[in-house]
């Protein structure tokens, strides 16, 4: 969808997936419902057992010219894919069920609006503050940082469906896959920091440590369909700058994740095969996810 007028801002679908986040998602829409327009909400609940199905419902019947909910399983790149399918806009911004985004989160985003870019705002952790103080283990591509999160990360919708859009088959880092693709093909990630979202950490540390190693899993992933990436990371720098015990723990509970993807699929048809397989671009045919 095009703007009506010169003068007006591009229109922008925001996308979110979500699953059992019955506790935060109000707190979400009405954070994302302040935006400046024009704007969508397309939210994908992965048939979460708690309220999140019907909380998303009540807003989307409170606000139909904005929000519109769809219901499709699997994990977060196959839901984020189903929301691009359905979303309207020029540009596609996503964010997750556990953040809040700052009230000029989408005007701070237009701003850095450019045909052959990727935008990644200015991610705040919010939690105990152990975690807050931990950084993201960061991947070098080109000398370009990939690890922007999807939690505040934006893409030209024409882009997104070029490259594919997620690889549904990622457990986590397929926000890195696709960074990781989108600098491959020849874009630039520009950070705005102005931008900002917050993000909750996970509020235990056994939570905290399994979320690192899902982080880890995730990584062996991407290995095995983009080859050897150990040289790319930024483990000394992390390791020089956060020599705690809790920065340790992660890096071992990562580690396991790592290996155990290793072992669990290395001989089996889960494997990821490597990035010469073409990964189709999402298609509108077949079965329709669930609307409210």
């Not at 045909?115 to 990644?120: D, F, G, K, S, T």
């Not at 950070?191 to 899902?214: E, I, K, M, N, S």
């Amino acid at each position: 969808m095009q703007a009506d007028r010169k003068d007006e801002p591009p229109f922008v679908s925001i996308a979110l997936t979500v699953r059992n986040e019955e506790r935060h998602l109000a707190a979400l829409l009405d954070s994302l419902l302040v935006q400046t327009p024009p704007f969508e909400i397309v939210v994908v609940d992965a048939f979460s057992d708690d309220r999140t199905w019907e909380i998303a419902q009540e807003f989307a019947l409170r606000y139909p010219s904005l929000i519109r909910a769809f219901q499709q399983r699997g994990h977060r790149g196959k839901g984020r894919n189903v929301a691009v399918e359905a979303s309207r806009g020029e540009w596609v911004a996503f964010i997750d069920g556990d953040c809040k985004a700052d009230p000029n989160w989408l005007t701070e985003l237009r701003k850095g609006f450019a045909p052959a870019c990727v935008l990644a705002g200015r991610t705040v952790v919010e939690g105990p503050r152990a975690f807050q103080q931990l950084e993201r283990v960061e991947l070098l591509q080109s000398g370009v940082d990939v690890t922007y999160p999807s939690c505040n990360l934006a893409y030209r919708r024409e882009m997104f469906l070029r490259l594919g859009g997620f690889d549904g088959r990622f457990i986590t880092a397929e926000d890195i896959d696709l960074n990781l693709r989108a600098v491959r093909s020849g874009a630039s990630i520009r950070y705005l920091p102005g931008a900002v979202v917050l993000h909750r950490t996970r509020d235990t540390v056994p939570r905290f440590l399994l979320q690192a190693f899902w982080n880890g899993y995730g990584r062996k992933q991407l290995t095995e369909k983009h080859g050897q990436l150990w040289a790319n990371y930024q483990y000394r720098r992390m390791l020089r700058t956060q020599a705690t015990p809790l920065a340790y723990a992660r890096l071992a509970a990562a580690l396991v994740g790592y290996f155990t993807r290793l072992v669990t699929v290395s001989q089996t048809p889960g494997r990821i095969p490597p990035e010469n397989v073409e990964i189709p671009a999402p298609s509108r045919g077949g079965k329709k996810p669930r609307r409210a």
